[in-house]
């Protein structure tokens, strides 16, 4: 999270960044995603992390709604998701070679941006 800086420069940017930072640590976002529930975890601190990082989010997507980048008649809560879950399901199409690594990073941020783009 602090790697995007999404509070900083315009929305475009902020998520090139989270992209970039979620690839960063694919592996690792792709296994607390599919194993690991905060609101079912015994440990308070990890879930109140766990929500911040997910409102931090919430918050960029809502900020870019605001500034005309992506669409109101989708919830940041449904964006934040969208793009996690394209992010976890492009990295395992990587992993099983059905696409290129080095193509990963243009294919998520083309195909969320087409679903998510203000017009």
């Not at 420069?9 to 960063?24: C, F, T, Y």
């Not at 605001?66 to 990587?94: H, K, M, P, Q, Y």
Request: hydrophobic content about 45%; charged content about 30%; aromatic content about 8%.
């Amino acid at each position: 999270m602090e790697d995007a800086q999404l509070e900083a420069g315009e929305p475009k940017q902020g998520l090139d960044r989270l992209i970039e930072s979620h690839l960063k640590h694919k592996e690792l976002v792709s296994f607390i995603t599919q194993y690991w529930q905060a609101d079912s975890e015994l440990d308070p601190e990890m879930a109140a992390d766990w929500k911040r990082n997910e409102d931090a989010i919430d918050a960029f997507f809502l900020r870019g709604q605001r500034a005309g980048v992506f669409r109101i008649d989708i919830s940041a809560a449904a964006l934040n998701d969208t793009l996690v879950w394209l992010i976890i399901g492009l990295t395992d199409c990587e992993r099983r070679g059905r696409i290129a690594g080095a193509a990963l990073r243009g294919t998520i941020a083309d195909l969320f941006m087409a679903g998510a783009r203000a017009e």
